[in-house]
């Protein structure tokens, strides 16, 4: 246990070193979209896909057991549920600062979004990193090999939360927004000492983070003007949806 802490600890101090170095990556912003970017964001979908979504089949029964006989008893798919509405919810997130951007000025590089909705913005994706560190300590599969996927998943999928914030609030995201970020995932594994919380709030947490991830890896990858790489997008997903099977 002490060993895994401490590894745990290391990865919690990666994550939060990809929002503090985050200046030094703007390189990654431009247009064709990095390939490095679609790559990592490749990567993150490949993990939900292929290794979180099964592991929701496994929640599921979690919950089939608690509702048996209750009022959501005949609900089949109340993990699945769950996954949507962390979808729906980073949806609703971004729509709300790209509406509140277009609003905002006339030139388009000087279009960001308001305070307001830079602070629900920034409020949600700091929740979403102290999920992400928490689930360190109290992941479905404690193992090794589980941890290390986890973390080469989701430190990817960091960097490219980080980029997306920065080209999308600018400034203000660098002065205040990355250092609230580079906390998080701290607090997170913090809380994560504590203790586990209950086994029906870890999979619900569990669905909420899949559903996040894939809207938040997708709203960089899709839009025209991002002009993205499909090729290194399914390179990276290829080859780590290959690695998560053979490590089976």
């Known amino acids: 246990m002490p060993a895994e802490i401490a590894v745990t600890a290391l990865i919690a101090v990666l994550f939060s070193a990809t929002h503090v170095a985050g200046p030094a990556l703007r390189f990654l912003q431009r247009t064709p979209r990095s390939i490095w970017l679609s790559a990592a964001g490749g990567v993150s979908v490949a993990y939900v896909f292929v290794h979180l979504l099964p592991e929701l089949a496994a929640h599921q029964d979690t919950f089939g057991g608690e509702f048996e006989g209750g009022l959501l008893a005949e609900m089949e798919s109340h993990i699945y549920l769950i996954a949507l509405v962390g979808l729906s919810v980073f949806y609703g997130l971004d729509r709300l600062a790209r509406t509140s951007a277009r609003k905002a000025g006339t030139a388009g590089a000087a279009r960001r979004p308001g305070t307001g909705v830079f602070w629900i913005h920034l409020t949600a994706f700091a929740g979403y990193n102290v999920l992400i560190g928490y689930l360190l300590l109290h992941r479905e599969a404690a193992d090794g090999r589980s941890l290390i996927l ?48 209950p086994t029906l709030l870890v999979s619900s947490l569990f669905a909420f983070l899949a559903g996040g991830v894939v809207l938040n890896v997708l709203k960089e990858e899709l839009p025209e003007d991002r002009e993205s790489r499909f090729f290194a997008f399914a390179a990276g997903a290829a080859i780590y949806a290959a690695l998560l099977l053979a490590s089976r």
């Open 150 to 197: 986890y973390a080469i998943a989701m430190g990817l999928h960091f960097v490219v939360n980080d980029q997306g914030l920065r080209q999308q609030h600018g400034p203000t995201y660098d002065h205040r927004g990355r250092w609230i970020l580079a906390a998080a995932p701290l607090i997170g594994w913090g809380i994560g000492l504590i203790g586990p919380a």
